[in-house]
């Protein structure tokens, strides 16, 4: 399997990371590396994320677990459909 980021998901990524680097650059490298290393790992083991609803899924990234990735299984790849800061209200993707 792969990874796929959606559109609305790599511009919440980058959004994420220019945030960050305004107020500590190193921080905002580390989280980019860490988002990209935390959707390997979901495309090679889509079940380690905890379930949300019947088909998408969420995992924790990082040391503190501060920002979250949603994803949607499917046969051939995972496509990842949100990400944010847990300081973020969130719903489900529609």
């Known amino acids: 399997m792969r990874a796929r980021w959606t559109r609305e998901a790599r511009a919440q990524l980058k959004h994420q990371v220019h945030y960050l680097a305004e107020r500590n650059r190193q921080a905002a490298d580390r989280l980019y590396l ?3 290393a935390a959707a390997d ?3 090679r083991h889509p079940e380690f994320g905890r379930p949300i609803d019947p088909r998408v899924r969420e995992w924790g990234i990082g040391r503190e677990k501060r920002y979250l990735l949603r994803y949607v ?3 051939l790849v995972v496509d990842i459909v949100e990400f944010w800061h847990t300081a973020q209200e969130r719903s489900l993707p529609a």
């Open 34 to 36: 860490d988002a990209h």
């Open 41 to 43: 790992l979901i495309a």
């Open 73 to 75: 299984p499917k046969a």
